[in-house]
């Protein structure tokens, strides 16, 4: 089983920046994929960016790339998600993901509003 908390959500001004974080626990092992996807009210869940175990590979969708950094460190098990020149419409819930060979594990997600 993997367990996945994240945190590091708030309210922020635009233009403004904030680091999520994602800690995994548990039978982390075979994790090689991680990812950040968010979901806003009424809204269908999006991917926002992945990574893979190495940390050599990312990818970002449209709407963010530039302005976020998809990171992780393996030692301590956890994710991060940089995101600067935020706009209001980024402001969603944040769920991180991982993925093992056969099994998709969501956190609960951590609210980020953008707004003045």
């Known amino acids: 089983q993997v367990q996945l908390v994240e945190s590091g959500g708030g309210l922020v001004q635009p233009g403004g920046s904030l680091r999520l974080s994602c800690a995994a626990s548990g039978s982390t092992s075979n994790i090689h994929v991680m990812g950040w996807y968010r979901q806003d009210l009424g809204k269908r869940r999006e991917l926002v960016a992945t990574?893979?175990?190495?940390?050599?590979?990312?990818n970002y969708a449209d709407s963010v790339k530039g302005r976020f950094t998809i990171s992780r460190d393996n030692v301590k098990n956890t994710m991060y998600l940089q995101m600067n020149l935020l706009k209001p419409e980024d402001t969603a819930v944040y769920f991180c993901n991982a993925r093992d060979f056969s099994t998709h594990y969501w956190g609960q997600g951590t609210q980020v509003t953008v707004s003045s």
């Open positions: 990574i893979t175990r190495s940390g050599g590979r990312t």
